[in-house]
């Protein structure tokens, strides 16, 4: 976050004097989208796979003013889409100097700053919020209370002489110190029934009740939220009066292609060691593989955040394997993607009934997905010759303490090879370690296929005859 711009107003006689006038949240996001749209920039810094779907729909309620509700199974991008609402927000907002909610100098909503406003005048002190700070988020629990959300009476305040009926004894929750902001609350079913009646008057009337007396406070907040199908929470619902408050409520979804599923993974993985595309293709195929399959749980689906870590423990692998071998630099090979099944099992629900066959189930697509990318990368590429001279006894070992220049090593020069790799993107001056991985790729295929044997025991694989 910057620091505060210098020449910005300090008072609120500045602010008038500088022209600026209040706007409400909803109509900066309508002015800000709008601005965006027409210069041709992207709104949405980060979000992949949604542009022809999600975001249209988004955009329109946005510029309808629309609370949302983003409805989806996990995984699938809910909470990063609503992070980015904060990039549609002025990057800088006055606000009363000491205030305990986000007054406008202009317009102040709460007593005490009302009075002080009635006193100071055009010396009212203002200092700047940064957009970030006017975007708040809220993980629904079911043990949050009213007074996590709207307010409670301050004990502290009442034991100071003032009366339970006073407005200065509350203690302001989170919606109302959001003021002129938004409030997003992830995994709303979650929220108890009765602490969702509590938000009706704020989402309709836009005031607060507390402990039997109403602040007719005239908060301004965007209220968005994000929620699983109610057939796969099983924990809760949104209930009928506030479901029907927000103005959108809008279905998400995972990738809907193979390159929008690597994108996810190359934009959100951390890895540790070189991943090639074939690879990423391969996990991406996998994890839409998964998302088809009878013997997964689908209600619960199959998130994003699996392909993700699917890539980081091919890359976590691989670099155990440049460790073992003093091969640099580090690069994934196909037999890295042996580790995937076991180590990613418990971040599936498998349908009653498969016990005992996940890792099964998991192999076996994985196998699929190979198949696949190795069909899509070499289509057209004839790789008998490199059958054939692995089966005139050119065996070729793998693992995790074979290098890649040893796998290159047990083939004699082929000009499929060099095929294999530019079809992989790799060009023939490139290290041994990304070669080995193409040609790996094309030894699977070919394996897949029933054109080669494979035998294979903890830490070694042989392909042969």
Known sequence: MNDVPANLPRTAGDLRAA??????INQELHDNLLAKLRAGEDAWPGIVGFSRTVLPQLERALLAGHDVVLLGERGQGKTRLLRTLAGLLDEWTPVIEGAELGEHPLDPITPESRRRAAELGDALPVTWRHRDERYTEKLATPDTSV??????????????????????????????RAHRGIVAINELPDLAERIQVALLNVMEE?????????????????????ANPEDYTNRGRIITPLKDRFGAEIRTHYPLDVEAEIAVVRQEAHLVAEV??????????????????????????????????????????????????????AVARPVDLDAVPAVLRGKLEFEPGEEGRETEHLVHLLRRAVAETARS???????????????????VATGERVPGKDVLAALPELPVLHDVAARAGVAPDEPAGRIAAAVELALESLFLSRRLAKDSDDSTTVYGR
């Open 276 to 329: 090639g595309e074939p690879l990423l293709e391969v996990l991406a195929r996998f994890v839409r593989n998964l998302r088809e399959s009878t013997a997964i749980d689908q209600r619960s689906g199959v998130s994003a955040r699996f392909a993700v870590a699917a890539a980081e423990t091919v890359g976590a692998a691989a670099l155990r394997r440049s460790a073992l071998t003093g091969e640099e630099p």
């Open 19 to 24: 022209g600026h006038l209040p706007r409400s």
């Open 206 to 226: 836009r005031d607060i009740q507390v402990r039997g007396y109403t602040l007719r406070l005239p908060l301004d907040v965007l209220l968005v939220a994000t």
């Open 377 to 395: 990368r070499f289509a057209g590429l004839d790789l008998l010759p490199l059958a054939d001279a692995v089966e005139s006894g050119h065996l």
């Open 147 to 176: 007074g996590d959300l709207i307010g409670d009476v301050d004990p502290v305040k009442v034991a100071e002489g003032r009366s339970l009926g006073d407005p200065e004894t509350i203690h302001f929750g989170l919606v109302p």
